[in-house]
């Protein structure tokens, strides 16, 4: 593996704010490699956007290390949360002012960004006006706005159509081939894991944790009908099901 972009060592992460604490991670060690492109794969409650918030420094770890290595990290979500009172210029303009980047610079900017997201004649659109793949074209371009080189993608695609999220899974791969950064990508998707992914961590509730790696290992591009990818989401699949049945057992002996 090269030089890592991000090391998790041994997290944990309890909610004891409840009547009954919960445990939502435990033990989780990850290296990411700079330039990478990992998705986080399981079931709805194995703490997969924990783990994402805790990267992205929105939550802090019960325990346990998390390094980013100085690379700043920049992080979408399932909902575009574009402001609805400011345009597409305006949104990806407030992003640039937080980062620190000179007034100045922003036209130039927004001008690259939005093309680089192939939507250079929505810059004076409202959110309410795009459809829900430009919204989420809007939030990736905001993302980049920051000079990440960790980008989080939190589900971005789930509630979008086959065909939309077939496009933007495109552009996310160019953007990522392009810009040369490190994409995290949360999923419960087999086939979208074996679609984008270098590697998958596959992960298990009850609490939260790794406990399978796969190298997908398949050329790019890609296309979520191909064999070979229809293959490793399979082998994806299987993967899952063995630890959701060891899981069941470990639960049941307790």
């Known amino acids: 593996m090269s030089q890592p972009s991000l090391t998790v060592t041994g997290v944990t992460k309890s909610f004891t704010d ?10 989780v060690n990850l290296e990411v490699a700079d330039g990478e492109f990992v998705c986080l794969l399981g079931r709805s409650g194995c703490g997969k956007s924990t783990l994402l918030s ?3 420094g929105l939550a ?5 290390r998390i390094d980013t290595h100085g690379n700043r990290v920049g992080m979408m979500f399932q909902d575009a949360n574009l402001f609805p009172w400011l345009t597409v210029r305006g949104n990806i303009e407030l992003a640039l002012r937080l980062s620190g ?3 100045a610079q922003w036209p130039a900017r927004v001008a690259e960004l939005l093309e680089m997201v192939q939507l250079p004649q929505a810059a004076a659109q409202r959110p309410h006006q795009l459809s829900g793949g430009m919204r989420q074209r809007v939030a990736l371009a905001r993302a980049l706005a920051q000079d990440c080189r960790i980008l989080l993608m939190d589900e971005p695609f789930a509630a979008l159509d086959a065909l939309t999220r077939d496009a933007l899974h ?5 953007v990522w081939a392009e810009r040369g950064i490190t994409v995290i990508f949360v999923t419960h998707n087999v086939r979208e894991a074996a679609r984008l992914s270098d ?6 509730p009850s609490p939260g944790r ?3 790696q796969v190298e997908i290992g398949l050329p790019r591009p890609r296309r979520m009908e191909d064999a070979a990818v229809a293959e490793q989401s399979g082998r994806l699949r299987e993967l899952m099901d063995h630890h959701d049945h060891v899981t069941a057992a470990q639960v049941l002996a307790s």
Do not use: N
């Not at 590697?199 to 298990?204: D, K, P, Y």
């Open 199 to 204: 590697r998958v961590v596959v992960m298990s």
């Open 101 to 103: 980047v000179p007034k």
């Open 60 to 64: 802090r770890p019960s325990s346990g």
């Open 54 to 56: 805790m990267i992205a």
């Open 170 to 174: 495109d552009e996310v791969e160019r």
């Open 210 to 212: 790794i406990v399978d």
């Open 18 to 27: 409840t009547a009954r604490p919960v445990t939502a991670l435990t033990e």
